[in-house]
């Protein structure tokens, strides 16, 4: 049997009503079991967990390095791609209170890494910052679709599949 696109009617009805554009915390060596480039997991206990659906366009940030400490200089945006697939995994986590959680994995497709100079990656965390949803600590941010835009520039059109840049 073919596993459901779709693992709830929400995510069907925001993949079909809307775009969407998040910026998602990747965090080496932590507890998810992320693959770079092929699945970031998260669970129903992240803030905005719900907006992780089919279609929606991602971009990668880190704030700590490989031995956790903090990034000089703030946010590394170093990826972003397309979400093909999202749902639960079937597995349950347990949150540092002792509070039980419903683990979740996103599928990745079209991805691609990103190179910002220190200027654009400055002028980038100052538009993130300025957001009034904006939360360092929430791992899953909703972006407006013309900071996604001006993050990725020019190479958008490879995310959607509309052909290669010139």
């Given at each position: 049997?073919?596993?459901?696109?779709?693992?709830?009617?929400?995510?069907?009805?925001?993949?079909?009503?809307?775009?969407?554009?998040?910026?998602?915390?990747?965090?080496?060596?932590?507890?998810?079991?992320?693959?770079?480039?092929?699945?970031?997991?998260?669970?129903?206990?992240?803030?905005?967990?719900?907006?992780?659906?089919?279609?929606?366009?991602?971009?990668?940030?880190?704030?700590?390095?490989?031995?956790?400490?903090?990034?000089?200089?703030?946010?590394?945006?170093?990826?972003?791609?397309?979400?093909s697939i999202a749902n639960d995994t079937g597995e349950k986590g347990k949150t540092l209170e002792g509070k039980d959680y419903d683990k979740k994995v996103a599928y990745l497709s079209n991805y691609r890494e990103l190179d910002l100079d220190e200027s654009k990656r400055t002028a980038v965390e100052n538009k993130v910052k300025a957001l009034a949803n904006f939360n360092r600590q929430n791992a899953i941010i909703p972006l407006p679709n013309d900071l996604y835009d001006f993050i990725v520039g020019n190479e958008k059109k490879l995310v959607e599949g509309e052909g290669s840049v010139q």
């Open positions: 049997m073919e596993a459901p696109r779709f693992s709830n009617f929400h995510s069907f009805l925001l993949s079909r009503c809307e775009d969407i554009y998040l910026l998602l915390l990747q965090r080496p060596n932590s507890n998810w079991n992320d693959k770079e480039g092929e699945k970031y997991e998260y669970g129903d206990n992240v803030f905005n967990y719900r907006k992780i659906v089919p279609g929606a366009r991602v971009i990668f940030r880190r704030t700590r390095d490989e031995k956790g400490n903090r990034l000089k200089g703030g946010m590394k945006f170093f990826a972003y791609g397309k979400i």
